[in-house]
């Protein structure tokens, strides 16, 4: 699927986090995590991030729609040990999101295996017979029952892409602004994708400091 791509305008970068060897920044809605095919796709975080840090590696990626934090090494040998950490679920990360609708339940969890929906890349899909395991659990922050709306605290237990935006539309509570999973009239109830890595908590590798970071909300 080819779409319009319209990065928002480039500004000083928002550093949550820097030493040595780690950096973590707050990705805007609406920026790719890392360059896309073609020369207009080229605008994203890793390179914008690389116009500062030349010598950032990219650790791990956001949807584009996906606002907050993202995390690079500094160095080869901390993006090997980072990628190890993502690998073997040492990292805990937390979501908001607002999404449609009234949850009955103030806490639950999600388990919906998820594959790549070939014909409609970058779309993915729930499938039982092919997909991955794929966990994902949530927690009521707060309803609006004048909005008809819920601000939840989403824990992706898995890394699964679009995971928690396809996870929501599975439970019928899609995320407000998501122009893939959601109906029209929900995608129209905000201007963006209404999903914020808000924090993550792992233990640095080399000074085995608990790292607890967190990204406020842009909007």
């Known amino acids: ?35 896309g095919r073609g020369e207009d796709r080229q605008d994203c975080m890793s390179s914008r991030v690389q116009d500062v840090f030349p010598e950032a590696l990219v650790v791990h990626r956001l949807d584009m729609s996906t606002s907050g934090i993202m995390v690079f090494a500094l160095n080869q040998a901390m993006q090997r040990d980072l990628n190890a950490l993502f690998a073997n679920r040492e990292v805990h990360k937390t979501y908001t999101a607002v999404v449609h609708g009234l949850l009955v339940e103030d806490k639950g969890e999600i388990n919906q295996p998820l594959m790549t929906d070939w014909e409609n890349r970058p779309r993915q899909k729930i499938d039982t017979e092919h997909g991955k395991a794929s966990k994902t ?37 899609p995320i407000l602004g998501d122009k893939f ?27 085995q400091e608990m790292l607890d970071i967190h990204c406020a909300l842009g909007w």
Not at 13 to 34: A, C, N, R
Not at 148 to 170: D, F, K, N, Y
């Open 1 to 35: 699927m080819r779409y319009l791509y319209q990065p928002p305008p480039a500004q000083a970068l928002h550093i949550l986090f820097q030493d040595e060897t780690i950096l973590m920044v707050d990705k805007p809605s609406g920026l790719l995590s890392v360059p």
């Open 137 to 173: 659990l949530y927690q009521v922050v707060s309803r609006d029952v004048e909005k008809q709306t819920c601000v939840l605290c989403l824990t992706p237990i898995t890394g699964r892409s679009h995971q928690l935006r396809l996870h929501m539309a599975w439970l019928e509570h």
């Open 181 to 207: 999973y959601a109906p029209r009239a929900v995608q129209q109830q905000a201007d963006r994708l209404l999903l914020h890595a808000t924090s993550i908590r792992f233990q640095h590798p080399i000074s």
